[in-house]
Structure formats: structure tokens, C-alpha cells
């Protein structure tokens, strides 16, 4: 089953979290938006390797929040990005900083729309190309979503004959295995329950003070994701699973010279991160 049940609120519940979360993310070290000013670039290695030269395509970021990565990909030579998110601050975000950078709407295009209206939503701008030859998202993006399914031919419907999905998550081991040490099984693969947290705070600070906190999340297997995908008709190119990922998801976990987290030397490694790339034909 690749569509999950869950309470019906969770777009707006979702949607208050993240757009109050929008400026605290926007003063946060974590974004770095000075530094993001000076640099422009905040593509991680393995994306740059993986994805390739994008150099004069189109490219379509879901899922894009505050524009980081999508103006990113434009600062790299993508002849237009354009970055889609459910949450309208995030898109003003993005598009000040695009104008900052003096980066105008025919290189880079920011739409405020949900991820399942994608398609709609491009089709209605007047700047946005209706497919493209690079869809990029992930990192964090898919737990939002109750149905993968839906998420994959909405995604496969924006690329361009011969143009690829690119998607780097992290791997769904890691919602199985417990906080402290991530050596042992705590909780459910293959659960398909919504899990409804109302924590304060925000990933960037988890001692800022904030009024919206419900969020309501879901899980989707490696393989409820792969499958969804094929049944589109996208042809799999690759799935790499990394022993690496970006924050300290688990007590246990160790940061590298690189920036990236890692088990100790010593521990059997688990996948921590994954990433895929699939073709339409």
C-alpha cells in the first residue's frame, strides 16, 4: 500500500508549522543566508556528482522551501530553475533572495503551490516551463507526504522525454532504529500510521519558542518509493545508499572532517542516506 492514512488537518497543520518556522530558519546559522550571499552554492558533493553538469537545462525543485538549493542549481548554469513550495513565506523568501542576488524570473522561478498541484501550478505561470529535464527534490521532503504514489506521477509528469528525476532522502532505516544509539530495532519499518508530534522549536533551534507545533509526518519504505516510481514508466538508473547523513539523527552519531555524520569507527555501518536517479524514456 503506497497511499497512508492520517488525520485530515495535516496540510494545514503542516503548512502553519512550516510558514511560522520560515523567519527562524531565515536568522538561523544553520541557513547561513550571509554566507549563502557570499557563496551562492549550497549543492552537497554528492548531488554535484550524481545529478551532473546542468549546464544550460531546465530544472524543477519540489518541495524547495527558502530557495537555497533551487538558486544554488541557477548559480551552477541551470538555464531556468524554479523552486514550488506550499508555504508562501518561504516562497516571498526565495524570491527576495533571488532579487538580492539580482538573479531575475526568467533564471529562476518561485511558485507557491502544494507538491501535488505541482503540475498545475507550473502550467499556470507565466515564466515556468510546463516540463523539465531535471525534476530535483528530497532531503527531508517525502515524510510530508501520505501518498507516494501520487507524489511519483506528478513528479514523472514534469519531466521531459529523455530528462531524469533526481531524489536524495534520507533512508527510511533510520525511522526504525532507536534515538539513542541507532545500533538496535525500536520501532515498525513498514508502518503506514501518520505520526502527529507537537514538539516546540525547529530543527535549526530546539529552544525557540513557536505557537504552531503540531506536524503530522508518514514513512514510505525503499521500496514503496522505487515502486512507485516504475509504475510510472521512469527507468531506475541508480539507487546509492550513503553511510552518511546531514544532522545528528542518533546520539551515537559522529561529525566528519566533511560536515556529514557518521556511526563510529568500529560500528557496522547501516544506510543512513539514499539517493536515485530514473529516466523517462
Not at 4 to 22: I, L, Q, S, Y
Not at 213 to 241: I, P, Y
Request: charged share 25%; with cysteine.
Amino acid at each position: 500500500m503506497l497511499t497512508h492514512k492520517g488525520p485530515e488537518d495535516w496540510r494545514a497543520a503542516n503548512r502553519a508549522m512550516w510558514d511560522e518556522r520560515v523567519p527562524l530558519h531565515l536568522a538561523s546559522d544553520y541557513y547561513d543566508q550571509d554566507g549563502f550571499r557570499r557563496h551562492r552554492d549550497v549543492i552537497r558533493d554528492f548531488e554535484v556528482a550524481e545529478v551532473g553538469d546542468v549546464t544550460g537545462r531546465t530544472l524543477l525543485h519540489l518541495q524547495c522551501h527558502i530557495g537555497q538549493d533551487t538558486l544554488s542549481w541557477a548559480h551552477r548554469g541551470a538555464a531556468h530553475a524554479v523552486g514550488l513550495d506550499f508555504s508562501e513565506p518561504a516562497v516571498e523568501a526565495a524570491r527576495a533572495m533571488a532579487a538580492e542576488l539580482g538573479i531575475g524570473p526568467d533564471r529562476a522561478t518561485f511558485l507557491a503551490a502544494d507538491v501535488y498541484d505541482a503540475a498545475e501550478a507550473v502550467a499556470a505561470s507565466a515564466t515556468a516551463p510546463d516540463t523539465y529535464d531535471i525534476v530535483y527534490t528530497g532531503i527531508g521532503s517525502l515524510c510530508w507526504l501520505p501518498d507516494i504514489r501520487r507524489w511519483a506521477e506528478t513528479a514523472a509528469s514534469l519531466i521531459t522525454p529523455g530528462g531524469f528525476l533526481y531524489l536524495a532522502e534520507f533512508h527510511p532505516l533510520t525511522d526504525a532504529l532507536d534515538d539513542e544509539s541507532g545500533s538496535r530495532i525500536a520501532h515498525d519499518y513498514f508502518s503506514q500510521d501518520a505520526w502527529v508530534d507537537e514538539s516546540p522549536g525547529t530543527y535549526t533551534d530546539f529552544s525557540a519558542p513557536t505557537v504552531n507545533n503540531r506536524r503530522v509526518e508518514w514513512q514510505h519504505t525503499l521500496g514503496d518509493v522505487v515502486s512507485a516510481l516504475a509504475a510510472t514508466g521512469l527507468r531506475l538508473e541508480f539507487l546509492h545508499e550513503h553511510d552518511m547523513t546531514m544532522f545528528q539523527r542518533f546520539g551515537s552519531l559522529e561529525r566528519g572532517d566533511d560536515g556529514f555524520y557518521r556511526l563510529p569507527e568500529g560500528r557496522p555501518r547501516v544506510p543512513l542516506m539514499y539517493s536515485l536517479k530514473a529516466t523517462r524514456p
